[in-house]
């Protein structure tokens, strides 16, 4: 958030600390980006035309990056980053999020050039548009899913999954965002290797940002992409 000052600063650049350079995949780290709160009118809402235009471009990612087509839609989010189906005690808060919809952009910048192979860092950015209080509200229902449900067992062919959810609010990124981390382990194929998203609000606008098992992709790229939508959508300096 704006105004934060020197103490969120410091906690954000302890989250990238001990980051590996996965062969340089940005070519700058921002690790801030402001919000539009108190600026910008709370109840506007955007097309996911206009939507699209403030996708992050390929360059923003790498020199040689490149991006998919971008989908439009409109959201309707499957609440994703695990299984939370057999958790009991998320029902009512997956319910609420099912509910929440909006027009939304979404693509995938691929930072290396080149065929794709597993294990090769990309981005993956979704828009999603919404009243501002909606979109608030979206991010503490994210949490409660985390705090509900930290341990999720998932039945498998081979082997019961383990699911390892946890989620930190992030400061000083947009005018609110959550930093979520999802590890599998079990079924003798699962080292829980942590997976990164990051979701975050500008204003009415839905900023959900996965760059993998990269942290640092992520979070330079979730930086990036909420300072476009600040200037290219709500057109704040």
Known sequence: ????????????????????????????????????????????????????????????????????????????????GGDWGTCARAAKVRGELRRMKGASAAHTVRPRPGPVSDGDPYVSESLISMPADQ??????????LHDRCPLVIVDTEAAPVEEHHQAWKLPDMGDQAVLETLRYTGADE????????????????????????????????????????????????
């Open 1 to 80: 958030m704006r105004g934060r000052g020197a103490a969120g600063t410091a906690v954000l650049v302890m989250l990238l600390a001990g980051c590996g350079d996965d062969g340089g995949t940005a070519d700058a780290k921002p690790t801030t980006a402001a919000g539009v709160d108190g600026d910008a009118d709370p109840g506007k809402v955007f097309t996911d035309t206009e939507l699209k235009a403030a996708l992050l471009p390929a360059k923003a990612i790498g020199k040689k990056a490149r991006a998919t087509e971008p989908f439009l839609g409109f959201f309707n989010r499957h609440i994703g």
């Open 135 to 144: 979109a608030s509200r979206y991010l503490d229902l994210r949490r409660q």
């Open 190 to 237: 699962y080292d829980g290797t942590p997976h990164y998203t990051i979701e975050m609000r500008v204003g009415g606008v839905l900023v959900l940002v996965d760059g993998g098992t990269d942290k640092e992709l992520t979070i330079s790229s979730a930086a990036k992409a909420a300072a476009r939508v600040r200037t290219e959508l709500y057109k704040a300096s």
